[in-house]
């Protein structure tokens, strides 16, 4: 018989050894989901995993990392943070779609005239977009106790519909020969969001998601308010007796991650993708959630896991194409990570005994 | 516009086939809240259950038996979770969002061959006589099966929950997992069951909506049912009739909403399909002021080690 014995303290080796287990369990059971789907499945992981990297064509690759990873990274930045503290924003998906509608809005509304303040506001409404999509729920729950997962989840739903009525409505191209979709925002030179040395992938979403890193390891280990984060999540009652003020939490733990994937959708989409369409938005916002845990919400984490996850984003396309390995084979992929990592994260905070016969 | 084109009758007979989904997965998940157990993996489970009744339906040919393999998929499905959150103790938020990404992915693999295909239909119970009584006949008494299995498995769980030793269980372990462990309960046991009954039912649900809504498979097809059955849980304060009341209210606003689309009213077509996703925030928004009907222990970590 096994039984669990709680650890007086979490243990510290297995808080950094459980993602790497999570990945190493996750190739082999995707191994062998890939065997089931008629793949080899060795060539299948080392296609995931080997090709972006170090394959004929990496040079290609390799700037795609950067593209696909820094949404990813500056949208699990600000989830970690709430998710510390026991607040769980998983609507980033629609903070991500209001922040490229905001965001290519205020640029667009310039059209054409050319000019160096253009970019900076349009940053500006995409944080604001994202901000304000967060701050609903964060409102009505410091207002009314409601929960924000459900208004957060339910907000993704409506912005998709917004997302819809721009492409074909107040964002459409007029010179798009009623095609739905915006005017394509790389090729208005003062809205475009273009690479900052050409073929490095290098943009300033990048960049954004380092500072982001920067930012939020210094907010928890350095910062009054960080430490009230950790404290909350950690120890609620404690949290309240060190004073800490709940609503102030829960507004600028949501605020922020909605500013964040605001972002992350803004330079999205006056960057790699250009253009305001109803299939604009592909899931970065609940990919990052798998990210945020997989970093263990630590910052330096996540830029590791956003890493990891953007490898099999174009792991997983280029397997596509060369194996016909279905897309949604890489979800599963992604999905069974996070399977694993709450898994074997037991260990961290429990030791696996064999049980002696026990004296009732 | 032509508002005269909406027939009332029709309208409320398609209002039941449209809460019938919402009402199994909202069922389901409130015997599993019940119990203590937060399952926020309802989309994931439906959308499992969706494709494996479309694929084993449309296989055989016979829909009871895609039914059946809804609801074993929703529950193999729901297995995972109870992994996660009764052996390896994880977070249940945490877990319950893995339980959706993983559904979602995983349905759209299985049903990739099946995109475009038509399933066999189930057809509607006819009894001489009573189906025959204008408009009160199309309303209630032609409809297809399942969904009087929604219905009775409403009264089932309410029955359970409030008059037998059962449900007095699965109620004490949800209030006090504590206390009922010092009693000699099985906490982890009847929460396997209850989170196992749950998975079934949100499988059912998503088979409802492959089979006999729509009926057709396409990813993503639940859109998001599973997350309002999870409000509807809240909006029905853990009782079972009033979520069949929450499901038929949900149900009218979708169907509505759509046949006001097909009426060609003056308001766009994404502001009306963006409108049952609102009044779900809106009817949330309302009723948490009052928490004191949920569940004392509902995704609290039990461990027997104290």
């Known amino acids: 018989m096994i039984v669990l014995e709680k650890r007086p303290q979490p243990s510290k080796a297995w808080s950094y050894a459980t993602p790497l287990v999570a990945v190493l369990a996750t190739m082999v059971f995707g191994g062998i989901l890939f065997a089931i789907l008629g793949k080899n499945p060795i060539e299948a992981i080392g296609t995931i995993f080997w090709e972006p990297l170090f394959g004929e064509f990496a040079f290609y690759y390799r700037p795609q990392l950067l593209v696909k990873g820094a949404p990813l990274v500056l949208i699990a930045i600000g989830l970690s943070l709430g998710f510390r503290a026991g607040i769980w924003n998983i609507g980033a998906e629609g903070q991500y779609i209001m922040g490229a509608i905001f965001g290519a809005g205020a640029g667009l509304a310039f059209y054409p005239l050319d000019a160096f303040y253009i970019f900076p506001i349009m940053v500006i409404a995409g944080a604001f977009g994202g901000w304000l999509w967060a701050s609903i729920p964060a409102f009505l729950k410091v207002r009314f106790g409601t929960n924000e997962i459900l208004v957060s989840l339910m907000l993704v739903y409506v912005a998709e519909q917004m997302l819809a009525s721009v492409s074909l409505g ?54 009054m308010l960080g430490f009230h984060i950790r404290l909350t999540g950690e120890a609620p009652r404690a949290a309240k007796f060190a004073g800490v003020n709940p609503a102030r939490l829960i507004l600028f733990c949501l605020g922020l991650s909605g500013a964040l994937a605001g972002l992350a959708g803004m330079f999205e989409v006056s960057g790699p993708s250009g253009v305001v369409s109803i299939d604009f938005n592909v899931g970065y916002g609940f990919t990052a959630i798998i990210v945020a845990f997989l970093g263990r919400l630590h910052p330096v984490g996540i830029l590791l896991a956003g890493g990891l996850m953007a490898l099999t984003y174009i792991g997983g396309e280029i397997a596509q194409s060369q194996l016909g390995l279905p897309a949604a084979a890489i979800q599963v992929f992604q999905g069974m990570l996070l399977f694993f990592l709450l898994a074997f994260d037991l260990l961290t905070n429990y030791r696996i005994r064999a049980a002696h016969s026990e004296v009732a | 516009m032509d508002l005269g084109e909406i027939n009332p009758v029709l309208l409320i007979a398609s209002l039941m086939v449209a809460a019938t989904p919402l009402l199994l997965a909202a069922i389901g998940e409130l015997v599993v809240e019940k119990a203590g157990v937060l399952n926020l993996g309802v989309e994931g489970m439906m959308i499992v259950g969706a494709i494996s009744g479309f694929a084993i339906s449309v296989e055989t040919g016979s829909p009871w038996l895609g039914f059946i393999a809804a609801a074993i998929g929703g529950a193999v499905l729901s297995l995972l979770f109870v992994l996660l959150t009764q052996f390896a103790l994880a977070n249940q938020v945490a877990s319950g969002l893995a339980l959706t990404l993983f559904g979602l992915g995983f349905s759209a693999l299985l049903g990739q061959g099946y995109v475009g295909v038509k399933p066999p239909s189930m057809g509607d119970i006819h009894i001489p006589l009573i189906s025959d009584i204008p408009v009160i006949g199309p309303i209630l008494f032609q ?41 000699g309960y099985k906490v982890i ?63 009218g606003i979708t169907v509505l909403q759509l046949n006001l689309q097909a009426a060609g009213v003056a308001i766009p077509v994404e502001y009306l399909a963006m409108s049952p996703y609102i009044i779900t925030i809106l009817v949330l928004v309302i009723l948490s002021a009052d928490k004191s009907s949920a569940p004392a222990s509902l995704g609290r970590i039990f461990h027997a080690s104290h």
């Open chain 1, 170 to 223: 107040l964002l459409k191209n007029p010179e798009g020969f009623g095609f739905p979709g915006s005017r394509n925002l790389q090729s208005y030179e003062s809205a475009h969001n273009a690479e900052l040395i050409a073929g490095s992938g290098m943009h300033w979403g990048v960049v954004t998601a380092l500072i982001a890193v920067i930012f939020a390891y210094v907010l928890l280990n350095r910062h």
């Open chain 2, 189 to 251: 046991k009847i929460r396997i069951l209850a989170i196992l009954f749950g998975g079934a039912c949100a499988g059912l649900g998503g088979a409802y909506i492959s089979l006999i809504r729509v009926p057709q498979w396409t990813e993503g097809m639940t859109a998001g049912v599973g997350w309002i059955a999870l409000a509807l849980v809240v909006f029905a304060s853990w009782k079972p009739w009033r979520a069949l009341l929450g499901a038929y209210l949900f149900g």
């Open chain 2, 143 to 183: 409809h297809d099966p399942i969904l009087y299995v929604g219905i009775a498995l409403t009264a089932a769980v309410w029955v359970v929950l409030k008059y037998t030793r059962v449900g007095l269980i699965l109620r004490a372990v949800g209030e006090n997992h504590d206390a009922a462990h010092a009693l």
